[in-house]
C-alpha cells in the first residue's frame, strides 16, 4: 500500500448507546465512517436509520447491548487488519442525575453500563475512546463505578484522562449544558492532541482576561430561523386554556412563571422549582435540553413571545442539529431523544482534534 493510499484510508469509528445520533452525526462532520452503532430504543433506532444509517455505511445494531457480544462487531467490521480508530458512547445517565436526590440512583443497574462500554473498549481496542455522561457521574456516590472503569483503563494499560467537565455555551452553542468526557488512549498510540480543546466563548468578564474569547451564544439564534414547510418536528405541546392564560401573564423575554400570579400547590411554603413554566431568556445561552424540553412544567422551555413550549425543532437547534435532522416516534419521544443526544457541535469540537491527530500517524 503506497503513502497516499494511507493517507486517504477513511477513519472508522463505533457509537455505543448511539440514541439518535448526535455523537455519529459530529463524528461524520470530523472526517469518520461510523462503521457501527448500538441503541436499544426503538424511536431512537428510527431516528437514527433515517437520517445516519441509510447510505450503507453504517451498521445499526437495534437491542441490548448487555445481549450484544463486543467480539460481533470485530467480526463484522474489524476483520482483515482494520481497526477501530475511535469508540464513542454515553452509557444511559439517569443513575447519574443530578435530579435525583439522597442516594437514590447508587442502585440503579443503569450505571453499569459504563463497564459494559469498556468491555467494548477491551474487544475493540480502538486507537481513542471518548465517553459521555453526566456531572452527577463524578458524586461520591457513584465513585465505586468510576473507580472500577480506571481500575478496567489500567489493567488494559489504556491511558486514561481525568473526567473533564465541559460547558457546551463556552464552545458556541445557544446553550448552558455541562457534561462529563472521558478521553482514553491506546497504549501503543502516541498523538500529538490538546485535551480538551480550548474554550471558544465565554462572558463578559472571562473576554477581559482573553480578548480572544468570542461572547456566549444567546438563545434567539434558535428563534431568529422562520419555521420550516412540512417539518413534521415543527409541534409543541398543546395546552389548556388555564396554562396559555399563565403564559399570556408572563413576561416576555425570559420571565417566570412567579411573575404570572400562578403559584402552584407543590411550589407552597419554598421557593424551588422558579424556572417551570418560565420563558427562555433569547439574550442568555439556552437551558440545558433535558429529555423533558418540549414540556414546560418540567424547565424554563416556554418560547420567549409565544404563549406555548418550544416545538421539538427548536429543542434541535439548541442542540446543533441540523434543520434537515428528523426524529421519529411522535413530540414526546422526538424530546427525550433531543434531551439524551450529544450536541452535534460541541460532539465536531472534541471530535475534530482527534481525527487530525489520528490522520498524523499515517503521514
Request: with cysteine; net charge positive; charged share 25%.
Amino acid at each position: 500500500m503506497s503513502s497516499f493510499d494511507i493517507r486517504i484510508k477513511k477513519l472508522r469509528c463505533v457509537d455505543l448507546f448511539a440514541g439518535a445520533g448526535g455523537f455519529s452525526l459530529a463524528a461524520k462532520k470530523s472526517g469518520f465512517e461510523v462503521a457501527a452503532a448500538v441503541e436499544l430504543n426503538k424511536h431512537a433506532c428510527d431516528t437514527y436509520r433515517a437520517n445516519l444509517a441509510n447510505d450503507g455505511k453504517t451498521k445499526l445494531y437495534e437491542g441490548d447491548i448487555l445481549k450484544l457480544l463486543p467480539e460481533v462487531l470485530v467480526q463484522a467490521h474489524f476483520s482483515g487488519g482494520n481497526e477501530c480508530d475511535l469508540l464513542l458512547g454515553g452509557p444511559p445517565c439517569q443513575g447519574f442525575s443530578v435530579h435525583r436526590i439522597n442516594n437514590s440512583g447508587v442502585a440503579d443497574p443503569r450505571n453499569k453500563l459504563i463497564l459494559r462500554y469498556f468491555k467494548f473498549v477491551k474487544t475493540l481496542q480502538p486507537k481513542i475512546f471518548l465517553m459521555e455522561n453526566v456531572p452527577g457521574l463524578l458524586w461520591d456516590r457513584h465513585k465505586s463505578f468510576l473507580e472500577e472503569f480506571y481500575r478496567e483503563a489500567k489493567r488494559s494499560k489504556y491511558k486514561v484522562m481525568q473526567p473533564i467537565v465541559l460547558d457546551a455555551r463556552d464552545y458556541g452553542l445557544p446553550q448552558r449544558r455541562k457534561r462529563v468526557f472521558i478521553l482514553g488512549i491506546r497504549p501503543d498510540i502516541d498523538i500529538n492532541i490538546e485535551w480538551p480543546p480550548a474554550p471558544t466563548h465565554g462572558n463578559e468578564s472571562q473576554r477581559l482576561k482573553k480578548p480572544f474569547l468570542k461572547a456566549w451564544v444567546p438563545a434567539s439564534t434558535v428563534f431568529e430561523k422562520p419555521p420550516i414547510l412540512d417539518d413534521e418536528n415543527n409541534r409543541h405541546m398543546q395546552h389548556s386554556d388555564a396554562i396559555r392564560a399563565v403564559f399570556e401573564s408572563t413576561p416576555l423575554n425570559g420571565g417566570s412563571r412567579s411573575e404570572s400570579g400562578r403559584i402552584l400547590p407543590c411550589h407552597t411554603g419554598h421557593n424551588g422549582h422558579r424556572d417551570v413554566y418560565g420563558r427562555i431568556d433569547p439574550k442568555e445561552p439556552g437551558p440545558t435540553m433535558t429529555t423533558a424540553c418540549i414540556n414546560p412544567s418540567k424547565g424554563r422551555f416556554v418560547h420567549p413571545t409565544e404563549h406555548h413550549g418550544i416545538t421539538v425543532r427548536q429543542a434541535a437547534r439548541f442542540q446543533t442539529f441540523p434543520d434537515w435532522f428528523t426524529f421519529k416516534g411522535g413530540l414526546i419521544a422526538a424530546g427525550e431523544q433531543v434531551g439524551n443526544a450529544v450536541p452535534v457541535d460541541l460532539g465536531q469540537k472534541l471530535i475534530s482534534p482527534i481525527a487530525a491527530a489520528l490522520l498524523e500517524l499515517n503521514e
